[in-house]
């Protein structure tokens, strides 16, 4: 729990613990129906004066139906929908870290998705690129390559920083301090584990690491240094992704909207499953029987006394009148989450004045999935700069295999592209974008187009020629 104290390495900045709130709600949508069950009334409210059995029952049938995770998949594959590539001005050195960027395995494209998508689901998430300490005096490039010293990438979360600080120098926001908080199991005994918790405070050429732990004597969490060092940079080699900025280390979960429906749609779904159950099932009334003889097992051999003169036995049920309503509610939040997840393709432009605005708005990506999408692209060429200056050689730039531009086009936006020809944009500027939207075949090649549209063209006109010579 944090404690407030401005002198310990787990004090949370405010920034962090206001953006908490809606990290929360993002967290238990994306893990689904177990994680809300779990939350129990906090997500399913308890109605007044429904008994604890009976919420017990309704929380056991509750399934949440998770547009949240399907959009946030969706809009992620749409970037990832062809593989970022370092540019081939690269040093060849840059190619090979790239195949296992973070030192454990993980290809460069692998760990720039994973990256994104925190993004996208928190608001924002940090690249750290870190190396291990220097090796003793000495050492050769050789030794440090058998050592396998290198530098290597991290992912934090969002939550994970939990503070940081600015400094203005030469007119210049840079980063004076960041704290990063890090969970992890190390063993206890012979079979258990144990989560120990650790802060890493970052300065600009300098690092520390702090763990978690509790004295058992006063019974007060303590943070003890567990190391530090020296690092060959004068900065902080962290590299910001962000989904939807609201400042520095500060961002708003762009689905935040689309949870909170998805919520409201689980809660309503079990309204009206609820509804369904009790409208299904008639329960049995009688007027005028002997209330001194049980009622029976119900079935098609069994019968009930009742009086002659005022008895009656029937069955009781609902109209079911509401169902329709409840029905057509909940079709309306799940147009509302379609929507709501495709209004990061949408921009703020919502009526275009024509389909050729509407085709130059698309291509500026003014959306806020594009926006994210260059906010990836800058920090993986950041996180490359950093990871060069650890090396001692220059750093390239690296493209995304797809923009908003690559998405695949309908028919309607090739139309106004092709009717843009040679008024808004070239044949050429067209071709890439068909290419890029993988409508034009492998064999493309732009060049033979125009010599076979400028031979058919002449074809034509010599038909036409001929045709105009004999009378026709």
Not at 450 to 459: G, P, T
Request: aromatic share 10%.
């Amino acid at each position: 729990m944090n404690e407030k104290d401005a002198n310990q390495p787990n004090y949370h900045r405010d920034a962090h613990d206001e953006m908490e709130k809606a990290w929360e709600i993002i967290e238990a949508v994306s893990e689904g129906t177990l994680e809300l069950r779990r939350g129990a009334a906090k997500w399913l409210p308890l109605e007044p004066a429904e008994d604890q059995r009976d919420f017990a029952i309704r929380l056991r049938r509750a399934i949440f139906f998770n547009a949240f995770e399907r959009t946030l998949h969706a809009l992620v594959g749409m970037v990832f929908r062809k593989d970022p590539e370092l540019a081939a001005d690269n040093p060849p050195r840059l190619f090979e870290l790239w195949e296992n960027i973070d030192n454990a395995g993980t290809h460069g494209t692998v760990f720039a998705r994973q990256a994104f998508e925190l993004a996208c689901k928190y608001g924002h998430s940090l690249i750290y690129v870190d190396m291990p300490p220097a090796l003793p005096e000495g050492a050769t490039l050789a030794d440090e390559r058998a050592a396998n010293r290198r530098p290597y990438w991290v992912i934090y979360e969002a939550d994970q920083i939990v503070n940081w600080r600015v400094e203005t120098i030469n007119g210049q926001t840079v980063l004076s301090l960041i704290v990063l908080e890090e969970e992890t199991l190390e063993a206890d005994g012979i079979y258990g584990e144990e989560e120990v918790c650790r802060y890493r405070v970052l300065r600009p050429g300098s690092w520390e690491l702090y763990r978690e732990i509790k004295n058992e004597q006063t019974g007060r969490t303590e943070y003890i240094l567990e190391s530090s060092g020296q690092t060959s940079l004068p900065y902080i080699p962290v590299a910001p992704i962000y989904a939807r900025k609201t400042g520095i280390l500060t961002s708003k979960p762009p689905l935040l909207d689309l949870a909170l429906i998805n919520i409201a749609h689980y809660q309503k779904y079990s309204d009206y499953s609820t509804y369904l159950h009790i409208a299904s099932r008639p329960i049995l009334w009688f007027r005028g029987r002997d209330i001194s003889k049980g009622v029976e097992a119900i079935g098609p051999y069994t019968f009930f006394d009742v009086d002659t003169h005022n008895g009656s036995v029937a069955f009781a049920e609902t109209s079911g009148a509401a169902l329709g309503a409840a029905k057509l509610d909940i079709e309306h939040l799940e147009k509302q989450m379609a929507v709501m997840g495709l209004s990061l393709l949408a921009g703020s432009k919502v009526t275009p004045q024509t389909a050729t605005e509407s085709l130059l708005d698309h291509a500026k990506e003014e959306s806020d999935l594009a926006s994210a999408a260059r906010s990836l692209q800058d920090a993986l060429e950041l996180a490359l700069q950093y990871t060069a200056a650890y090396e001692g050689i220059e750093s390239g730039r690296i493209a995304l295999g797809s923009t908003m531009a690559d998405l695949p086009l309908s028919p309607e936006e090739m139309r106004v592209w092709i009717d843009s020809a040679d008024k808004v944009f070239s044949k050429s500027t067209i071709y890439e974008v068909f290419k890029q939207a993988g409508k034009l075949p492998e064999s493309f090649n732009a060049e033979a187009e125009q010599i076979a549209i400028e031979r058919d063209a002449a074809s034509i006109g010599d038909q036409i020629l001929t045709a105009f010579d004999q009378g026709r």
